[in-house]
């Protein structure tokens, strides 16, 4: 038999609250998640697993529409697999921008702080 977990479970391990896990459930990003005779939800590795590709997506700024986009070829079968990785590559190009557009920014917040802790004499705290 295969491990099945409780939401909160699935919440603690994933970092999605419970609220977005029954989003996520919602609008199809999360689908076939399994009941008990109860009624409650149960979730399987499988599913923590696409919640781990979620997660990665969320925080790198993927819009949801872009996160169904890419469950539904998921789904789909794997001659979408060209379809995906298209769409991963498209959203990697645009994280690469933000990383380079955080990291000139972080820059120049360095060189504001050295110039403050040149006029107040304080050292760097970190």
Known sequence: MRPVYSPSEAARRSGFSLDTLRYY???????????T????????DEDLSWLVIFRCLRDTGMPIAEMCRYA??????????????????????????QM??????????????????????????R
Do not use: C, D, M, W
């Not at 609008?27 to 076939?32: A, D, F, K, Q, V």
């Not at 820059?107 to 050292?123: C, D, W």
């Open 72 to 97: 539904e070829l998921s789904r789909a079968g794997e001659h979408t697999a060209a379809a995906r990785q298209e769409l991963l590559e498209q959203h990697a190009a645009r994280v690469e921008e």
């Open 25 to 35: 459930e919602k609008i199809g990003l999360l689908s076939g998640i399994g009941r």
């Open 100 to 125: 380079t557009l955080l990291q000139r920014q972080y820059a120049h917040l360095r060189e504001k702080i050295r110039f403050y802790q040149g006029v107040t004499g304080a050292n760097p705290v």
């Open 37 to 44: 005779s109860g009624g409650r939800r149960v979730f399987t």
